[in-house]
Each structure stands twice: as structure tokens, then as C-alpha cells.
């Protein structure tokens, strides 16, 4: 393949991959779409290869790009990463110039995967029909909702041409049909959503794509049932179970709703509850930025304000940010977006410029989401028996350690993930940080023990002390603990 205009020559990008995964086909249609030459390399997953597990010690999993011998692991994160780090290609870029658009990107892209990959995942490996059907009923009502949102109006989700949700989207629809033919159900069906089946014909289409979906539905079946034999018995997988809701989801709030005012032109609201981390977070990165910004408390239960249902239709939850009256919801994307649109007030960059240190920090921001989140929510609000609460102790501890070995790599022996200030992964973690002295309170032990991760425990004192946190951050346990109880009273009055 030869070099496109704006790929370096001598450059080496390498992708390791299994031929199947919907995560490594979106990386391949991103770089085709860059044209950047790369070398595949095919895993074997009940085998994994030396590169494979150096590359991404974390997951141990595919894809992970390497670019000049620097690895990337996850998709989207490499998704990412190829737009920026490939921004003078001939290609196209895949996320919008305009801030607010790329928000709204991220956003429709975190939604594929959490409604219908999820879904996808426990269609391919739950053992009971029932179960699989139930996943793929929830995986058709989530592209209804994409339906709603490409509209007719458009060829592909980023206008013109494919861009960054296509690319996510698009990567599960050589599955689609595989699903249709192991338990008989459409995910994709024309009638019903004539909008997404002529996107899906175009996508399928265009040059990039060629070549990359499988389309041998019976030759993906057999990999799997191979797959499935051969998992060791330590490798076994367990029944999958449906997820449980996005964490933001059980955050209700206090009894009554506050407007709390700050100074400034009444341009940014933001709409939260006051212990939720994911609305922490966001007051954090305002208070970095110094932008004035009016806070209004919701109640998330029976009593959600009409502002909330209006500029977060799909998941009816907080953080919202609004700019301008125009509104952002999730809130590693609303950190994104304050960091982009505020780039150049005099105030440090919450993401590093190089495009590689921003990959590893979304990389591990994530990965605070993805392991911390749950085991935070379990142990708060889900954990039915003590026997689980302290597995998910256990599984929190365990994530725990992994960022204090990210910490002192991040760092580089400074002071936060950030280096000297504090930065996207700082701020994602710390977010939590109200809830754990809480969860200290209700375990007897801690999870941030300076014996067992010294370098966290000291982190996590410079950042409850930071000028940005002091105030946002909760320090009173008992009236968290207070909060979720009266929390728990309420679902289970709900229920009965």
C-alpha cells in the first residue's frame, strides 16, 4: 500500500487484530480511510502472542495499534488517536472541527457500545435462548433510537462522509446477520428503520469497508462454536448477565432541589447531584478552567425538572452541561468539550498536546469507569449480600493497584496522572473520591491504603486538597452515608 500525503515515511504501524472483532474491523476501516499503510497481525486468542500481552498488559486484548513501537490498546481510544495523530492525511477526519459536534460524536459512540455491543456480547456467549433474545430486544430498541438520531436527511451519522460513529456502528454489521441466523431475530430490520438499513448499504460500500466486515456468516458461526470448545477452564466464561444501569442512573439526590449561583454571564449551567463523581468531576475541570458557571441540584426521581428530560432525552440523567443553552451530557465527554472550547484562557490543558499521551490518558480514564465505576456502585448501592460487597471490595482493590503502577508511570515522580496539575485522569478518579471515604466508613478498611498503594495515597491528599476540588469533593462521610441510605430507602419503597 503506498504512503498517503501526511504519513511519514519510515513510519511503522502495526495492528494486532482477530479477523472477526468488531473493535479491530473499526480500526482497520479508520486507517483505510486515512490511508495509512499498516501490517496486520492475526492473534490467536487462546495463544496470545508475546507482542499481544507487552502491549496491552492491562485487557490482554485485541486491538492494540502500534505506531513506531508505541502501543495503543482499545478501540476508541485508537480511533482517536489515528484522527489526531494522522490530522494532515489526505483522509478524512473522522471526529468534527467543532467542539460541540465532537461532543455529540463521543457521545452517540460511547451509546453503540454500551446499548448495542453490550447487548451483542451476551447474544454471542449467554447459554440460555431466553436470555440472548432478551439482549437482542434491547440491542433493536437502541437502534431505533439511532434511527431517530440519523434522520433521513443524511448519507452516514458524520454527514457527508463516514465519520466517527459510522466507523463504530458500522463495525457491527457483518454480526448483525451472523445474530440473525443463530436465534432468528433482526437486529437491523428495513421496515422499521429504512434510515439505518440504506446508511448500512452505503457504509458496507464504500472502498474503506470492502474487504474488512466478515460476510461468510457460516465461517464466523464455526469461529465462534471453535472459540467457545476451546475456552480453558480457567478461561471459561460464567453466564453473561445484562448489564447493570450506567452508574449515573442510581445518583437521585437530595429531597429538595437547590439552585446554587456563581458569578459570571449565566452562559454555562451545569445540572447535577452533589455526591454523584460524574458531575464532581465536571465542577472540578470549571473550577480549573475558572469559568463561572450556575449549578442547579435535580432530583432524580420521581421529580426530574422538564430542563433535565429536554437536554438529556436518552439516559434522563446528570451531569448536563449546558453552553449557551445548547446541552452536553456524559461527563468524560463534557470534560473533553470545557478542555477543547476553553484551550486558550492561560490555563494548562486537562489532555496533554501529544497525541499519544492523550491516547494512554483517555486509555485510563476509561479504565477507571470501567473497573472502579462498577465496583463503586456495587458496594454502594447494588451488592445484595456482604458475600458481594466484598467481591466487589476486592475488584476495586485490585483496580486500585493497577493505578498506582499507571500512576507512577503517568507521573513520571510528579505530582498527579497530570505531572505537575492536575489532569483527565486526575479528574476522573477523583471524582470518587467522596465515595470512598464513605465506603471506608461502611468496609472498616481502606481503599486507598498508603501501605498497599503509597503513591495513590498521596496523590489522593494533593488532590482534596487542590483549589479545584475543595468544596466539590464531599469530606463529610456520614452525610454521603446519610444520602445513601435515604437513597436505598426510597428504591426499595419504589419497589414495593
Known sequence: MAAAAGVGEGEEVKLLGCWDSPFVNRVQIALNLKGIPYEYVEEDLHCKGAVLLASNPVHKK??????????IPESQVILQYIDEAWAGSDGPSLLPADPLQRAAARFWAAFVDDKVGAPWFTIL???ETEEKKEAAARAVAAMETLEGTLGEEKAFFGGDGIGFVDVVLGSYLGWFVVIEKMIGVKLLDAARM????????????????????PEDVDKVLEFLQTFLRNQRPENKLSPVKPLPPTPHTYLLTRSESTVVPMAGSGELKLLGVWTSPYVIRVRVVLNLKSLPYEYVEEDLGSRKSPLLLASNPVHKSVPVLLHGGRPMNESQIIVQYIDEVWSGTGVPSILPADPYERATARFWAAYVDDKVGPAWLGMVFTCKTEEERAEAWDRAVAALETLEGALGECSKGKAFFGGEGIGFVDIVLGGYLG?????DKLM??????????????????????ADAARGVVPDDADKVLEFMRTLLAWSASKAE
Open 444 to 465: 472498616g478498611r481502606r481503599l486507598i491504603d498508603p501501605a498497599r498503594t503509597p503513591l495513590l495515597a498521596g496523590w489522593e491528599a494533593r488532590f482534596r486538597a
Open 194 to 213: 429504512p434510515a439505518l438499513a440504506a446508511w448500512a448499504e452505503r457504509f458496507k460500500a464504500a472502498d474503506a469497508v470492502k474487504g474488512v466486515l
Open 125 to 127: 456467549f449467554a447459554r
Open 62 to 71: 485485541v486491538p492494540v495499534l502500534i505506531h513506531n513501537g508505541k502501543p
Open 435 to 439: 465515595w470512598f471515604a464513605a465506603i
